[in-house]
Every structure is written in C-alpha cells, then in structure tokens.
C-alpha cells in the first residue's frame, strides 16, 4: 500500500510537472508572440529540408515565382534590346515613341526631381578596394566592350565599378530571359554612366563630391531609350568619416568592424524573389501609353538612404544578391577574419575573391540550407540548398589618404586577380 501510495505521488508531481513545462514552453517558444525571433543553424535548417522533402504537401510548389514583372508583349519593343548609345534615335523611331511621347507620359519621374542636391565634403577619407565576380555556370561568356572603354566591369548581367571615395554594384534582371533578352548591357551601362558622373563632379569641385543619391539620379537620367532591361543598384560614398549609401532593391552592403557585422544595409521586394528595380524609361513609357502593367514604376528617388560612422580598417562590402541568397553573415564573418589573419591580409581583392569562390561553391551544393532557401520555404516553396546565380563583390577597406600605401584609379588587379567574364555588354559606350 505504501509502494503504491508513492508511486501514485510521483505521478501526480509529474502530470504538474508537465502542465507546467508546456505552459513555458508555449509563452516563451520563438515562435509564439509578436516578438518572433528566428535562430538558424545549418544543421537545423538541413533537418527542416528533409522534412520537407519527406512531405511534399507542405510545399506544393516546385520552383521560385518568375523573379520580375514583364510586359505583356514585349516584342513590340525589342528592337530596342542591346542598342547601343549611338542606335537609341533609330530604336526609338521603331517603336513609334519620341523622346516627347517618353516625356509625357512619365512626367516628372523620368529625370531628376532635384538639381539642387546636398553634396559631400572631399576630404582624406578613401576606400583601398578590390573586386571579384563570377557568373552562373550555365551563362555563355562574351565581352561587348572590345574597346575597353567602361569605366565598369560585368560579372554576367551582375555589373560593378570603383573609385577611391565610391563604389557601386548592380544586378541585371534574370527574369528577362525568360523573353530571350538579357539585362547585362543595363546594369552594365547604368554603372559606367554613375562612375563616369562621379568621376567628372568630383573633378570639377574643389571641395566637393557627389552623394550617393544624386549619383544615382543622374546616372539614370543618362540612360539610352530602347535598352531593354532592368536592374537594381547599390551605391555608397566615403566623405568624413562616414559611409554614405542609396540601395534600390536586392543589391545592398556590409559594414564589419573587428571582422563582425556591424551594420547591413535593408533590400527592398515587393514579394519573395521580386526586388525593386530600375527599368528602361521607353519600355515603362510604351506600356503606360497601352495602359497595360508597366515592367517596373521604381525610380532612383526610391532607394533607401543611410550613413555610417566608420573606422580606419573597417570593411566594406557591396554584393548583389549571389552573396546574400548563399552566405549566413557568419559565414562572411569567417570568410573575413580567415582572410585577415592570411598573408593575403594586405590585398582587399584576396577578400572578395574568396567570397566569391566560397558563395560560388554553395550556390552549387542542394543539401547546404542557405538564406535564398529559408526564404523560399518561408513562401511555400519547396526549393533546397543554394541558388545559382551570377556573383559580384566590391571588397573595400576604410582608410585615410596619408595612411594609404596606394591609390588607385582602375586597379589592374580586379581583371587579372579575378574571375569575372563581361556578358553582353554595350559596345564602345564611354
């Protein structure tokens, strides 16, 4: 009677115990309240794929949304498709709309919605850059600018340019294949054109540079009607002490202090796989005259604005979406301080061509959990591991002119150092 007696209690402690434990369980679970807190790890993320996997039904669907919008009949407008600068009056005759006619029916959005822009002080604060860049596998390489007279490089439709006080990244639209088009000479072109700007502004001031916004503005200001294509963009400017950017959809920036990211700069999307983007005027103007859904309705003026306090030695990266759909910010945060403690340490484009060989690996790999597949389970769909794509980085370290050991314009570096391959590119546009 005893025996049972006490087994008995210890039942009844343990139901309490129980009752209890799910009670803490449900209050303070990650997942419970409007403070929800996600931590993952790879081996987590690996056992909720093969969940998934196991159970079909819990993501029905196969593959990504298309990553754009088009128009509805683009081939009215194609002949405008890898023009270059000088062929735009020809490409706009054919598509029945003048330079007018783009004007009228964009109003004020087509140009820049004010001259009178805030400018930066030119001062000793610098950027000691290096670049690298891949493209996905299955993109033929070709190189359109012979000439070798743009001021950017191409990385597949990825495109990307450096100065000493700015850097700039762009990723062209894939979804533009779909049509059999490509986006590379847009975001090619739109970077040459804010290098080019920069460069010219900050020669004629004495005291001044150009932000980042303005940058961007008159840029796209500059770009030819009858390119077809779209793209987002990623700007930042070094003026005292602190990093100035302006990021327009899915390209953005790091900022890592002591090998830790200290500041990540936000994307903007309209949906899962469906970033903010910059489109060709003529093609936005041709689909508002046949009141039909433009191909995008972003402008420069839409991009995200910030500023960062930073430190001599500090790093800064500017990568497109390669990076960011591959690589967990710890996984970058190796990457760096592995890089650090190398004898490469002294060498910025070491950094982003590892980075890029590192996202280029996963990209590859269907059983790592990656960023690009959280965020497509997240949205019920049922893709695993990484996601190939084109892959560019702009590596920069934070330094002052007196400290730096050399200045560079056009660092022969980022062509022979790297695996970047210019993709249909615009040909000869200075």
């Known amino acids: ?65 298309s990553p754009r919008r088009f128009a509805p009949d683009v081939e009215s407008v194609r002949v405008g498709e890898g023009v270059a600068p000088d062929e735009v009056e020809s490409a706009s005759e054919k598509v029945a709309l003048s330079h007018e006619d783009v004007m009228k029916f964009l109003g004020e959005n087509a140009t820049a919605i004010n001259k009178t822009w805030s400018r930066l002080p030119k001062d000793e604060w610098r950027f000691e850059y290096g670049a690298d860049g891949m493209c996905k596998p299955e993109r033929p390489l070709s190189n359109h600018d012979r000439d070798g007279k743009m001021l950017s490089f191409g990385a597949g439709e990825d495109a990307y340019f450096v100065e000493d006080q700015c850097v700039g990244i762009a990723d062209g639209v894939g979804g533009w294949n779909m049509q059999g088009l490509s986006s590379a000479r847009f975001s090619r072109l739109l970077m040459h054109l804010s290098a080019e700007y920069f460069r010219n502004i900050s020669q004629e001031l004495d005291h001044e540079i150009p932000n980042p916004m303005e940058t961007l503005q008159m840029a796209y200001d500059k770009m030819p009607l009858g390119l077809i294509g779209s793209t987002t963009a990623c700007l930042a400017i070094i003026s005292d002490g602190r990093i100035h950017t302006a990021t327009l959809g899915d390209s953005s920036y790091l900022i890592l202090r002591n090998n830790t990211v200290a500041y990540k700069g936000q994307i903007q999307e309209h949906g899962f796989n469906h970033p903010f983007q910059l489109s060709d005027k003529l093609l936005i103007a041709y689909t508002k005259a046949q009141s039909i859904n433009p191909v995008a309705t972003e402008w420069p003026r839409d991009a995200l604005l910030a500023s960062h306090d930073v430190e001599e030695g500090d790093i800064l990266l500017v990568v497109t979406d390669g990076i960011l759909d591959n690589l967990w910010d710890h996984d970058i945060e190796l990457a760096t301080q592995t890089w650090q403690k190398s004898d490469q340490s002294s060498n910025v484009t070491a950094l982003a061509s590892k980075l890029t060989a590192l996202a280029a690996n996963i990209a590859q790999r269907p059983n790592v959990p990656t960023p690009f597949q959280v965020k497509a389970n997240q949205n019920g769909f049922a ?48």
């Open 1 to 65: 009677a005893a025996a049972m007696k006490a087994v008995t209690s210890a039942r009844a402690q343990l139901a309490v115990l129980c009752f209890f434990g799910s009670i803490f369980i449900v209050i303070f679970s990650p997942e419970s309240g409007n403070n929800t807190r996600h931590r993952y790890s790879r081996h987590s993320l690996l056992q909720q794929s093969l969940q998934v996997r196991e159970n079909p039904q819990s993501a029905p669907m196969i593959s990504p949304p």
């Open 383 to 430: 893709i695993f591991g990484g996601k190939s794509d084109d892959i560019a980085v702009v590596a920069c370290r934070v330094v002052r002119q007196s400290n730096l050991s050399r200045t560079k314009r056009k660092s022969p570096n980022i062509i022979a150092n790297s695996t970047i391959s210019e993709n249909n590119l615009v040909s000869g546009a200075e």
